[in-house]
């Protein structure tokens, strides 16, 4: 058992609940939703368009974020422990690309899978 003086001396942010996760249970309840109460928003063209460059973003953003961690010997996983920190790439403009492309990705899907386009 960790008291909370030990809690407070670990090396990561004590994530309870997995980011992606997040986004999989939004995405779910907004999928819900738009069945529920469809919203036109853009022609099935341009949906698709925006689609494929919101995934191409998410996939660049996560692959080059992966090398940039693997290179520097740190688990990107939030529950580990941090060995090193990362600030080149991506990282120089924002702070966590990761999750900048996971929005990148929902955003993506939702457009393809026509919940904010009929």
Not at 73 to 88: D, E
Request: with cysteine.
């Amino acid at each position: 058992m960790t008291n909370t003086a030990d809690r407070n001396n670990l090396d990561h942010p004590d994530v309870r609940i997995p980011p992606p996760l997040i986004y999989v249970a939004g995405f779910a309840l907004g999928f819900m939703l738009e069945r529920e109460f469809p919203v036109l928003v853009l022609p099935k063209t341009p949906s698709r368009v925006a689609a494929l460059l919101c995934v191409a973003a998410w996939a660049i953003l996560t692959a080059w974020s992966i090398g940039l961690f693997r290179g520097a010997r740190t688990s990107m996983i939030p529950i580990k422990p941090t060995t090193a920190l990362v600030v080149a790439g991506p990282y120089q403009f924002t702070r966590n690309p990761m999750y900048f492309g996971l929005i990148c990705l929902y955003l993506g899907l939702a457009l393809w899978f026509g919940i904010s386009a009929r």
